[in-house]
């Protein structure tokens, strides 16, 4: 069978003999992917003119809502992809991290959109007072990229190493071509052909070569972007291609590193800790083979517990079983392949030259269920023991991508986080503790050297998602070996795909350029009370001017006793000596009640309810006998989509409350948020 590659809206068989992709258990043939180069110039050209102007014109929102329509989609199709799974080597819980947890991806970042505006770009930050008269500011705006995310891809996830990248770059409105690994590619396509069969996504907004990636740099330019995930050395050949250094291309590494886990001083034996650090270690080694970018590689513990750690360790290893990821007792499966078998006994072989092995044989898997070793990428686990880490440190320049940790002793726990950075830049690391001052000390001294960290005790690990597990809402990378980039991270994550760039102007026309007010714009007042209007109908820049009120100290005693704040700026005017008070002030949250009272509609309208106040700053005391007003300005419109039929078409409105003295200067500036009817509740 021939796995074809989607470009150009078409899947176009390979022509030359392919690259054989084997079944890892059975080592059955399952077919063949490209060997020899494909037109990435015409791949480009078709994503740059076919989907990148669709995307651009379509609203965070739908492309949330769009990715959230695909995840819904895959996920009543996911029971079909593992069998496919399984011929990769993988579990059924490994299979399940791949397929759910990357249509887990998908919903994830769709729900981002409800952090982004319903426009298509992005107002960041706020605004840069430039001038002393106010009438020049800057701001920063982030708009899509019109390129294209290359997405050079790994062997050891298919779906979630694909999922977790196409769906942040679709919530930015960039396409995207996915070149998945020659290895694992069959499980990739077979779930692209449902992604482009369902409709769901523009023409163009996802291209696949299944083999090999052959001049996929050749043709970017600065506009487009790339994300490699992979071996460290193939990582750093491909960042130093003459095109990605001539372009200036973004380039985002997410390399395999050597993380490490460490057993806190107080996790002695008989503590939850203790059985929680051995667990830990010995899923990372055996979940997907210890074919994960995130697996331990190194486990650092008090060097008086070193032999206990290493029978437990080898006791729960023991209990392991290896074999046929169909069997329903088989907890480990195979490596992805025997060439990957191979290049995992190579390294182990490195290791060997200053560690000891203390558990499992390189060249015999031992009892394999369901299966044979002749045909099958099967491997045991592999423990190793190095002594003197300080000197041996081969352990922290070596990865064997399989099954495979190795113990080390320290002292102090500054040795621990000495060892942990001797890695030159991780992924993640863990410490297991429940002790806080170790876990402050172990964070601060290791975060430098560490794209994520997680504390682990027994009080979060009944919902700890573990060592070895990204979220898509955190940041996933690290730096030096582990590649200096970042994936995923939520809102982070989007704006790698934005082109940010300052703008500079009178607030007036920063107002029309962002869609948000900006302090000092013109205001526009309207015969109708905005209290009164739909959501529609509201405009940016829309403003209500009030009535005035002198503050009296009668209103102030009455507010001390109606809320009970009894500060003594508000209610003893016999000791303010020493303050910055030259009487008696109101209360900051009396102006903006007060302010409130001045503003509001009273009468039954579209305003539903009052949703909260995102920022709030008292600029100047208040005393009695100032008589202040308020400007009431729409600041900006945020879209909200129905729960359901039956629930009320609604937006959020911020109003920007700008509360000023009779000198004209603001004493008091908040934003509030109304949830305000739609015109079809009318």
Known sequence: MKIPN???GQWIDHTDDGLSQYNAVTGALIGTANSSPVDYAQMLDYARKKAGPVLRKMTFHERGRMIKALALHLHGLRKKYYPLSYQTGATKSDSWVDIEGGIGNLFANASLRRKFPNETYYVDGETVGLSKGGTFVGHHIMVPKPGVAVHINAFNFPIWGMLEKVAVNWLAGVPAIVKASELSSFLTQAMVKDIIDSGILPEGSLQ???????????????QDIVTFTGSASTGKKLRAHPRILAEGVPFNMEADSLNAAIL????RPGTAEFDLFVKEVRREMTTKAGQKCTAIRRAIVPEDL???VQFALSSQLQ???????TDERVRMGSLVSVSQLQEVRRRVAELQKGSRLVYGDPEVAGEVLGADTQNGAFMSPLLFVNDAPFENTQTHNIE????ISTLMPYRELDEAIELANMGKGSLVSTIVTNDPKYARDYVLGAAPYHGRVLVLNEACSKESTGHGSPMPLLTHGGPGRAGGGEEMGGMRGVLHYLQRTAIQGHPTMMTAVTNQYQYGGAQVEKPVHVFRKHFEELEVGETVITAKHTVTEADISNFANVSGDHFYAHVDATSLDGTIFEGRVAHGYYILSKAAGLFVEAKKGPVLLNYGIDECRFTKPVYPGTTIGVRLTVKEKVDQEKRDENDIAKGI????????????????????LTMVKKLDQA
């Open 6 to 8: 989607y470009i150009s």
């Open 208 to 222: 696949l070569v299944c083999g090999t990636g052959e001049g996929i740099l050749d043709h970017l330019t600065y």
């Open 264 to 267: 806190g001083p107080d996790a």
């Open 306 to 308: 070193m032999e206990e």
């Open 319 to 325: 209990k392991t079983a290896i074999g046929d990821p």
């Open 400 to 403: 064997a991508f399989g099954p």
């Open 653 to 672: 409105v911020k109003f920007m409350v700008d509360v000023y003295d009779d000198t004209g200067e603001t004493v008091a500036l908040a934003t509030i």
